[in-house]
């Protein structure tokens, strides 16, 4: 019998006890009840070097970095040998974190070309604290690292401090999910399967507006039905169909400023 394949976490955070951390761990700790075997790791122990952009470009054809990288190393070896993969974010303007990036961009660089992960599924989480912008935008690097890379990506999990219990449980779900497939890795017959895969995956394909309105109506979700201002967001939706884009989004910032208000008071 063939030894089970690892869940692998990657944590690409500079805090290691932060949501982020938290978060990938929920899905490893689904993944673990589930019978897989997990491993977690913490990017920032293993910071991958820049890409040296290097010609001519031999890296495809050996599949290593030309240049000294024990980080890249590890990891990328750590990927290529895991039966599926959770990577994690937090996200800083609106995007993913430097940790995150260099690893990424290393692996194109190396990788990309021979699709050595073709169907490894993979679920990428993004962690937008503070003011919880960003919460879509955050995973689109993450899932075009996945597409890029020929992996079979579950549902993106966006997650901000006013839905983070909800994402945590998604978060033990979709590592539950993952065990199952880890040791069914199923590749792409074509470029074309692959586009239509990711099309249809959620969040992804929505406007800074809608991510805005998704944002608002997060605010609201825990409060108490009499006191959330979510009601706005009929209002934003009518002016929207109005003609009135920005009046809309005007609309639901003042939902998203009312919700955090009500939010921390709660």
């Keep these: 019998?063939?030894?089970?394949?690892?869940?692998?976490?990657l944590v690409g955070s500079p805090n290691p006890e932060g949501r982020t951390n938290q978060l990938v761990s929920a899905?490893?700790?689904?993944?673990?009840?589930?019978?897989a075997s997990t491993e977690?790791?913490?990017?920032?122990?293993?910071?991958?070097?820049?890409?040296?952009?290097?010609?001519?470009?031999?890296?495809?054809d050996n599949l290593k970095c030309s240049f000294p990288d024990e980080a890249f190393a590890f990891l990328s070896k750590k990927l290529l040998n895991c039966g599926a993969l959770v990577l994690g974010t937090p996200v800083y303007w609106w995007d993913v974190s430097g940790l995150v990036k260099y690893m990424i961009l290393k692996m194109f660089r190396v990788y990309a070309r021979t699709g050595p992960l073709n169907g490894l599924p993979a679920l990428g989480l993004a962690t937008a604290g503070g003011t919880g912008n960003g919460l879509v935008s955050?995973?689109?690097?993450?899932?075009?690292?996945?597409?890029?890379?020929?992996?079979?990506?579950?549902?993106?999990?966006?997650?901000?401090?006013?839905?983070?219990?909800?994402?945590?449980?998604?978060?033990?779900e979709q590592g539950g999910q993952l065990a199952g497939l880890a040791d069914q890795r199923r590749p792409f017959a074509s470029l074309e399967e692959r586009l239509l895969w990711y099309d249809d995956l959620p969040y992804l394909g929505m406007s800074r507006a809608e991510e805005r309105q998704l944002l608002a109506a997060l605010t609201c979700r825990t409060l108490p039905e009499d006191i959330?201002?979510?009601?706005?967001?009929?209002?934003?939706?009518?002016?929207k169909a109005s003609g009135n884009p920005l009046e809309s989004l005007k609309e639901i910032g003042r939902v998203y400023e009312a919700g955090v208000t009500l939010f921390e008071k709660d």
């Design 27 to 35: 899905a490893l700790e689904g993944a673990a009840l589930a019978g």
């Design 1 to 9: 019998m063939s030894q089970k394949k690892t869940v692998l976490g």
């Design 228 to 239: 959330s201002p979510a009601q706005g967001l009929a209002r934003a939706e009518a002016l």
């Design 40 to 60: 977690l790791i913490q990017l920032k122990d293993s910071v991958v070097a820049p890409c040296q952009d290097c010609l001519p470009w031999v890296c495809k």
């Design 138 to 172: 955050g995973l689109r690097p993450i899932y075009h690292f996945f597409q890029m890379m020929q992996m079979r990506a579950l549902a993106p999990l966006p997650a901000t401090r006013f839905n983070f219990q909800e994402a945590l449980d998604r978060a033990a």
